[in-house]
């Protein structure tokens, strides 16, 4: 009960902001449809969260006495996307034709369910929406839908969560693509061979969110391989290089590798005490690809930061 004042004090005090929520007219910086699957005519992207490697736990059963009965823990790249759709079409039409599409996409339905037969306000609680005003819940009037589908021996679990608020349908779709962790962890021998070899390594285990530069928690073991390679070589300087993809426009890129370029370099100074004067830091967006941005590969090989030797 007490979870559920917290959050009816949250949407009334956000319900201030709903106007200027309204106002949006575009997607969200760098964010997309998920492929094969689409948006309702209308629709504008208000929420957009990648992660390359996470846990997602997602509802496959409605709630017995007010609690989950099966919830799968996922982990894998997980996609969550809110969309916000104008006044007009019911829940029930957007959320059919997500369920439309996820169905030719290969999904078996694992839930299809309304407010009551899903398990009321305790099940809303449960999903792991995106913060609003990227996504709105009425706990009061929603739709759900989860669906699992196995292509290539790998499973793919996907959700739609649809509800309303002052007459606009928010949408939730969540995908999780089951996979093993990629070991991206660089020693700092490793570090130090290719700078000095080649003049620059790439590393791909510092992370952040969707068009954020806060450095996500489990960046940490590479930033300690960092400071143990400078703290090896006292002499030594490097520039740290923030590179993206090529989604989204240019300035906002090149503004946004800076951004976690200084980041790092703020973290090794503050937590590691590395002198600033040896932290260069510079952000060239998707100047320098080392794949192709068509294929979503090449794009996560690209989405990197680099050290260089001066």
Same mark, same amino acid.
Not at 29 to 57: C, E, L, T, Y
């Given at each position: ?68 009965? +099966? ?87 996907? #959700?739609? %969560? ?18 093993? &962790? ?7 021998? =490793?570090?130090?061979?290719? %700078? ?16 954020? *530069? ?7 073991? =590479?930033? +300690? ?10 002499? %030594?300087?490097?520039? &740290?290089?923030?590179?993206?993809? #090529? ?15 200084? *980041? ?47």
């Amino acid at each position: 009960m007490a979870s559920f004042i917290n959050r009816l004090l949250v949407l009334t005090a956000f319900a201030l902001l709903a106007p200027a929520a309204s106002a949006q007219t575009r997607d969200v910086a760098g964010s997309k449809d998920f492929p094969g699957i689409g948006r309702f005519a209308g629709s504008v992207i208000s929420g957009h969260q990648v992660r390359n490697f996470d846990v997602a736990r997602m509802q496959a059963a409605p709630f017995k006495d007010g609690k989950p009965s +099966d919830t799968p823990r996922l982990e894998g790249r997980i996609t969550r996307i809110a969309y916000r759709t104008g006044a007009g079409p019911s829940i029930t039409e957007v959320s059919r034709n997500f369920e439309t599409q996820l169905t030719k996409a290969g999904f078996a339905p694992l839930l299809d369910c309304d407010t009551d037969a899903c398990g009321g306000i305790p099940f809303t609680e449960a999903i792991e929406a995106l913060p609003i005003p990227q996504m709105w819940v009425d706990g009061f009037n929603y739709h759900y839908f989860a669906g699992r589908k196995t292509e290539n021996g790998r499973a793919t679990y996907a #959700s739609v %969560l649809v509800s309303e608020n002052n007459h606009e349908i928010y949408t939730q779709l969540t995908v999780a693509e089951l996979g093993a &962790i990629e070991n991206k962890m660089v020693d700092a021998d =490793t570090m130090a061979k290719g %700078l000095r070899e080649a003049g620059r390594i790439a590393l791909y285990g510092i992370y952040f969110d969707t068009d954020k *530069a806060v450095i996500r928690p489990e960046s940490r073991p =590479t930033l +300690d391989q960092i400071a143990k390679l400078l703290a090896s070589q006292v002499s %030594l300087s490097v520039y &740290i290089v923030g590179h993206t993809d #090529s989604q989204g426009p240019y300035t906002y890129n090149l503004d946004l590798s800076r951004r976690r370029a200084e *980041a790092i370099a703020q973290e090794l100074v503050k937590t590691y005490h590395i002198g600033a004067p040896r932290l260069q830091t510079a952000g060239v967006a998707h100047l320098s690809p080392v794949g192709s941005n068509a294929s979503e590969a090449g794009r996560a090989l690209n989405r990197r930061v680099e050290l260089v030797a001066p």
